[in-house]
């Protein structure tokens, strides 16, 4: 499980347990929290920030493998989860 925490960036934990795991490192500008996603089959995490920035890590080293830039134009979305 990958959580926003408003600090540092992400946290980690394994879901058997509820036991942190790591952190993802993001510089964090404004207290709101920002999406993030497994990706590559679980491979790589995925997560946004309110720079518009957006990194990519290697979930078994949480090292950053790309870093994307959104540069302009401010989008927001909205995700609601029906019953």
């Known amino acids: ?14 879901l ?4 942190p795991w790591g952190c993802l490192q993001q510089a964090i500008s404004t ?3 920002v999406p993030v996603k497994y990706i590559h089959s679980g491979f790589a995490v995925m997560g946004g920030s309110t720079s518009g920035q ?6 078994s080293t ?6 994307l830039m959104h540069h302009g134009i401010h ?3 909205v995700f609601i989860n029906g019953a």
């Open 1 to 14: 499980l990958a959580v926003s925490n408003l600090h540092t960036g992400f946290d980690l934990y394994q």
């Open 16 to 19: 058997e347990t509820g036991e």
């Open 31 to 33: 207290g709101l929290w």
């Open 54 to 59: 957006l990194d990519i890590w290697d979930f």
């Open 62 to 67: 949480c090292k950053i493998l790309q870093t």
């Open 75 to 77: 989008s927001y979305h």
